[in-house]
């Protein structure tokens, strides 16, 4: 079946430098993605969305890319800081077209 | 400003007994509603998404059910609980159909359930 999944399942970096987040998806009709940062004990928090007319687009210190070709999905997050220490989730549109499909996560760990 | 409370944030519950976990979304008429479940070190599971009142959409086969019994309350529930349930479980809610401009969906913040 369809799926969403990332390539590495943990990220270390040091504070300052820039994280680059990657998610693979199945689906070629998908065409809203989501990330997402969950905080350990809590619930997922919206970051940034794109849809699948678009290549890129950037928000506060996140720019999300998306290259459809080989449907591939990236966060770049700036100049991380120790806060940004999370999971993030990809998440793509279900067939149903009304919820979300969540990858596994990836563990980012910011390094002072 | 939308808001979206679910409880209770912790539970331990024996094996065989009931369920049930409440959520409600405050600052929006008839909103998506979505059940999600996140067993430990993995990803959410779409459980039950609700369009409307009384409409509920099973995504898994699972000893759960869901009810949405008012347009902005959410229930899961189970009659006899396994070990398996055990998770965070995160009630979700977006305007309407996902992937509109600006509609996304939006998180509670979860609860725990340890079965034991």
């Known amino acids: 079946g369809e799926s969403v999944g990332l390539h590495l399942p943990t990220l270390s970096v040091q504070e300052g430098d820039n994280s680059i987040i990657n998610c693979a998806y199945s689906?070629?009709?998908?065409?809203?993605f989501i990330w997402y940062k969950q905080e350990s004990g809590k619930g997922p928090q919206f970051i940034i969305d794109?849809?699948?007319?678009?290549d890129k687009r950037q928000g506060q210190r996140v720019t999300v890319l998306l290259n459809k070709t080989v449907k591939h999905l990236s966060l770049q997050i700036a100049a991380t800081q120790p806060g940004d220490s999370a999971v993030y989730f990809c998440?793509?549109?279900?067939?149903?077209?009304?919820?979300?499909?969540f990858g596994k996560g990836t563990s980012l760990l910011v390094t002072p | 400003s939308q808001t979206i409370h679910q409880w209770p944030a912790t539970l331990v519950q024996p094996v065989g007994s009931p369920l049930s976990l409440e959520c409600t979304v405050e600052?929006?008429?008839?909103?998506?509603l979505y059940w999600y479940r996140q067993a430990a070190g993995r990803g959410l599971q779409l459980l039950f998404y609700?369009?409307?009142?009384?409409?509920i959409s099973s995504e898994v086969p699972q000893n759960l059910s869901a009810s949405r019994p008012q347009d902005r309350q959410f229930i899961l529930s189970s009659k006899k609980l396994l070990l398996s349930d055990s998770g965070f479980y995160l009630c979700?809610?977006?305007?309407?159909?996902?992937?509109?401009?600006?509609?996304?969906?939006?998180f509670g913040e979860g609860s725990w359930l340890t079965v034991v």
């Open positions: 609700s369009v409307g009142i009384g409409q």
């Open positions: 600052g929006t008429s008839n909103p998506n």
């Open positions: 979700a809610w977006s305007v309407s159909r996902v992937g509109g401009p600006g509609n996304t969906i939006y």
């Open positions: 998440a793509e549109i279900t067939n149903s077209g009304y919820a979300l499909n």
């Open positions: 794109i849809r699948s007319n678009m």
């Open positions: 689906n070629s009709a998908s065409d809203y």
